[in-house]
């Protein structure tokens, strides 16, 4: 029977999987429901394994073959305790890998090569590769970190704003926007950011940047504030011989007109998803090439 490997993106909306040969081609892809893994690891579980299900059908092969393949998995939090052993024990894979998701973006936007790559969504994570050998920053959730991500720019938003209802700081058309959409109710707001999660502040991404395009002096300031902790992550990864630079994720061209022109000078498109990057990785491990998986 042909040697199978399964790639796949375990995302907080959904899971994506794409089934591939040995030689990396892709014959199926499936989907399912979301995988987060710190705060509904069963059915994250439930979720992984029907998306791959899926794959296997599209392309051709029974649901039962999933216990047959090999497979590598990309999850946020994949780097928390053991989560990650834990998964791969728990999963009905014949050789099964559980990476963060920052690992298989990295592997699909650079493939081999070395450089660096920004994640910037919902949440904000960078690894690098140099001399092939693998490094990564940041990624410990917006109440510690994700410094710059989606969930940062709302929880900024929010700050601000009650700081200018407070008289602390300058109001502006966008944190009056902000109370207007709370009755301009100071509590409505803290009761909403007592119990939101890090994709309910990161609806406010694109309000942020719209204001800032328009000049507004309080997103010009959690914008730049973002950039610059931004360019401290990339610093803090960089090398002189540093080939390219991938941003990727939901905020990535966003960012673009906001930093440095050391890094803007460097930045390339990313050559594919982390969807992609999954499935490299899987590739390997069918075949044996194992080094740098993990």
Wanted: hydrophobic fraction near 45%; charge should be negative.
């Amino acid at each position: 029977m042909t040697e199978l490997a399964i790639g796949i993106d375990g995302g907080g909306t959904s899971c994506r999987a794409a089934v591939a040969d040995r030689m990396g081609n892709v014959i199926g892809r499936g989907k399912a429901g979301p995988a987060n893994i710190l705060s509904d690891l069963e059915n994250s579980l439930v979720n992984i394994v029907q998306c791959a299900q899926a794959a296997l059908r599209d392309a051709g092969f029974e649901a039962e073959t999933v216990s047959t393949v090999s497979a590598v998995i990309g999850l946020a939090g994949a780097n928390v305790g053991d989560y990650g052993k834990h998964i791969e024990k728990a999963l009905p894979f014949r050789n099964g890998q559980v990476v963060t998701d920052a690992r298989i973006s990295l592997q699909g936007a650079l493939g081999d090569a070395d450089g660096i790559v920004g994640a910037l969504g919902t949440g904000s994570v960078y690894n690098a590769r140099r001399d092939g050998r693998l490094h990564g920053i940041g990624g410990w959730g917006s109440i510690v970190g994700d410094q710059a991500s989606g969930a940062r720019l709302g929880r900024d938003l929010l700050e601000k704003s009650l700081l200018a209802h407070d008289k602390v700081r300058p109001a502006s058309a966008l944190t009056d926007r902000l109370m207007a959409e709370y009755g301009s109710d100071p509590e409505r707001v803290v009761e909403f950011a007592h119990t939101a999660r890090p994709a309910d502040f990161a609806r406010y991404a694109p309000m942020v940047f719209e204001s800032a395009a328009a000049g507004d002096a309080t997103a010009l300031g959690i914008v730049r504030d973002a950039a610059c902790a931004i360019e401290e992550s990339l610093d803090a990864l960089f090398w002189p011989e540093c080939p390219s630079i991938c941003l990727l994720g939901g905020l990535a061209r966003a960012y673009r007109p906001w930093i440095a022109e050391r890094h803007k000078a460097l930045l390339a498109e990313p050559k594919a998803d982390a969807l992609q990057g999954a499935v490299d990785l899987a590739v390997k491990l069918v075949n044996g090439r194992t080094g740098g998986v993990a």
